[in-house]
């Protein structure tokens, strides 16, 4: 069973302050990692990809990736109250035409104004 | 920005009754995807279309559920005999490149089954 773990949370943070989410894997043939934001009700939105090793930096957010240690993160500097939603961490691995994403639970972040 | 299309965006049926959820994948995407969401919990893979056939299904994905493609625009999920545990959020995605930019879902399809 390959799997995505992230702490459900919540997490609260005080707006203007950095976030920071986590997430590990289970499938070390996992190759891309993927940071989408959920809104209560709504459907998930694409925020981040990575697929190397290290840092990306996207506005006000980064995600980090380390492969040895099967571990993925998302933080989000200068929170806003625009920023509560959950964040769901996804895996997938290449496969040809059956390439997938497997999701994480999700953390639910709450940015208090 | 293009936009998967999912409709209806509410459905209620009785428990036993066959469902039909249809998307509409973004034009120039050739991966499609079905996930689903129950309440509070994560979202499930379901099934995975590709060049006209399932590339791959979950342990989910028995033989109460189905997918078609009836047209070049149209990808729908049928849901034959239903039961209360399949109420859920019902996602469709597709992408062009789902290894470098992932997926684009739709707004889903809420199914409550009573």
């Known amino acids: 069973q390959k799997e995505v773990e992230q702490n459900s949370g919540p997490l609260s943070v005080p707006e203007g302050a950095i976030a920071s989410l986590n997430c590990t894997y289970s499938?070390?043939?996992?190759?891309?990692f993927f940071w989408y934001r959920q809104y209560s009700g709504k459907s998930p939105e694409l925020i981040m990809s990575?697929?190397?090793?290290g840092d990306k930096e996207d506005g006000r957010f980064t995600a980090q990736l380390n492969k040895a240690s099967q571990y993925v993160s998302l933080l989000i500097r200068d929170s806003q109250p625009s920023d509560s939603a959950t964040y769901l961490c996804?895996?997938?691995?290449?496969?040809?035409?059956?390439?997938?994403?497997?999701f994480g639970k999700g953390t639910l972040l709450t940015v208090n104004p | 920005e293009p936009e998967v299309t999912q409709t209806p965006s509410h459905q209620v049926t009785q428990m036993g009754q066959e469902v039909i959820l249809r998307c509409v994948p973004i034009?120039?995407?050739?991966?499609f995807y079905w996930y689903r969401q129950i309440l509070g919990q994560k979202v499930e893979f379901l099934v995975s279309f590709y060049n006209n056939e399932i590339s791959e299904k979950s342990e989910i994905f028995d033989d109460q559920f189905s997918v078609e493609r009836p047209d070049g625009s149209n990808f729908t999920l049928k849901i034959r005999s239903t039961k209360l545990e399949d109420s859920a959020m019902y996602f469709c995605a597709s992408s062009n490149d789902p290894a470098a930019g992932g997926y684009t879902f739709g707004s889903g399809t809420r199914l409550t089954v009573v």
């Open positions: 499938d070390r043939v996992s190759q891309s």
């Open positions: 990575i697929y190397s090793n």
């Open positions: 034009s120039n995407h050739l991966y």
């Open positions: 996804a895996g997938g691995r290449s496969g040809g035409s059956n390439y997938k994403l497997t």
